[in-house]
T-cell receptor, first 107, second 114 residues
Framework: GIQVEQSPPDLILQEGANSTLRCNFSDSVNNLQWFHQNPWGQLINLFY???GTKQNGRLSATTVATERYSLLYISSSQTTDSGVYFC?????????FGTGTSLTVIP | EPEVTQTPSHQVTQMGQEVILRCVPI?????FYWYRQILGQKVEFLVS????????KSEIFDDQFSVERPDGSNFTLKIRSTKLEDSAMYFC????????????FGAGSRLTVL
């Protein structure tokens, strides 16, 4: 299977700060999604972004498919942004998850 | 917005007992999946299901696991004889097609094996 690396593994931010999370894939994928896992363990889909750039409020994501990486931008972070962010992609049927970035936003 | 629904949200069971986790995928979706996340670890693929049969499964999905679509709406994961290491969050997911399509996850079922 493909390897999915996420960086940084841990991130602590002051409320209001901006951040960039990165996801690298060892092989091409035809589906890439970013998820936020909240403190209750739920996986919330943030973006479906196999290529290009999308924005949703304070969040945006960019995927450069030819270079096999994706970036998630969080601007003006809030305490409710805390949690683990996962990227995941699939070259075929099976979805491969990264190890996640654990984000803590402090007031 | 359509949701994938999972029940129960939390189940505690004794080692050796059988457990059935239930999922109701989004109604027009054709591909169904189970994933597992052991506490503090990444989400791992267990099995995919299409057209009433398993299309792909991982090494984790051994003989103690089975999946079924007993009717037109439910999709179940059965663990025959639970072990301590089966304690995890189990996620059901569905998509319209395989490959290049959004995968929608349920809220998860937390299984605790004592």
């Amino acid at each position: 299977g493909i390897q999915v690396e996420q960086s940084p593994p841990d991130l602590i931010l002051q409320e209001g700060a901006n951040s960039t999370l990165r996801c690298n894939f060892s092989d091409s994928v035809n589906n890439l999604q970013w998820f936020h896992q909240n403190p209750w363990g739920q996986l919330i889909n943030l973006f479906y972004i196999p290529s290009g750039t999308k924005q949703n409020g304070r969040l945006s994501a960019t995927t450069v498919a030819t270079e096999r990486y994706s970036l998630l931008y969080i601007s003006s972070s809030q305490t409710t942004d805390s949690g683990v962010y996962f990227c995941a992609g699939r070259p075929g049927n099976q979805f491969y998850f990264g190890t996640g970035t654990s984000l803590t936003v402090i007031p | 917005e359509p949701e994938v629904t999972q029940t129960p949200s939390h189940q505690v069971t004794q080692m050796g007992q059988e457990v059935i986790l239930r999922c109701v995928p989004i109604s027009n979706h054709l591909y169904f999946y189970w994933y597992r996340q052991i506490l503090g670890q990444k989400v791992e693929f267990l099995v995919s299901f299409y057209n009433n049969e398993i299309s792909e499964k991982s090494e984790i999905f051994d003989d103690q696991f089975s999946v079924e679509r007993p009717d037109g709406s439910n999709f179940t994961l059965k663990i025959r004889s639970t072990k301590l290491e089966d304690s995890a969050m189990y996620f059901c997911a569905s998509s319209v097609t395989s490959g290049a399509n959004v995968l929608t996850f349920g809220a998860g079922s937390r299984l605790t094996v004592l």
